[in-house]
């Protein structure tokens, strides 16, 4: 297997994953969704095949190149051997909450994170403005951030754990109180 940045350079050539229809997969800042269908368009005169993707949250329908996967980070979902990774991000405390900085670089910030499609970063901005909340009122754009990062973070982890959202919100919140105990 090629690192990231090898793939990114072949765009275009056949090392690029594949996905099937009825596959699960994940699009930065949109999360989980469906490849619903392949369907080959013509795009300035030339064809091109894209993945029909429908986000699982919303019902969003998304189309992305075959070529253009790695560019946009479309990616499996994690590996349930990959959760306790997940939540150990989620427990580490010894992370900077930022709330040193004023709201709207810690809103930029995190937004960049939300937008690498890492659930690793969609983790630390989750954590970091949970502990947050807790010492002050956060602002309208930093709840968003928030709920968006939620719904990211407790949508991938139920599909990986194969189990419902509310358990999985239960879970994580846990690990704040499980840590302050």
Do not use: C
Request: charged share 35%; hydrophobic share 35%; proline share 2%.
């Amino acid at each position: 297997m090629t690192d990231k940045k090898s793939k990114e350079e072949s765009a275009g050539q056949e090392t690029e994953k594949k996905f099937n229809v009825g596959d699960l997969a994940v699009y930065p800042a949109h999360g989980v969704g469906e490849i619903t269908a392949i369907e080959t368009r013509v795009v300035n005169g030339e064809k091109h095949d894209f993945y029909i993707m429908k986000v699982l949250e919303n019902g969003m329908v998304i189309m992305i190149p075959t070529w253009n996967v790695a560019s946009v980070g479309l990616r499996d979902i994690i590996d349930l051997a990959d959760v306790p990774k997940i939540y150990d991000v989620i427990k580490n405390r010894d992370a900077s909450t930022g709330d040193n900085q004023t709201w709207n670089r810690r809103y930029r910030e995190y937004m960049d994170k939300i937008k690498t499609g890492s659930l690793y970063d969609v983790a630390e901005v989750f954590r970091d403005l949970f502990l947050l909340k807790l010492n002050k009122d956060l602002s309208f754009g930093e709840r968003k951030l928030y709920d968006t990062a939620q719904a990211l973070l407790v949508k991938e982890l139920s599909t990986a754990k194969k189990t419902d959202e509310k358990s999985i919100l239960k879970e994580i919140e846990g690990l704040f109180k499980e840590k302050s105990a």
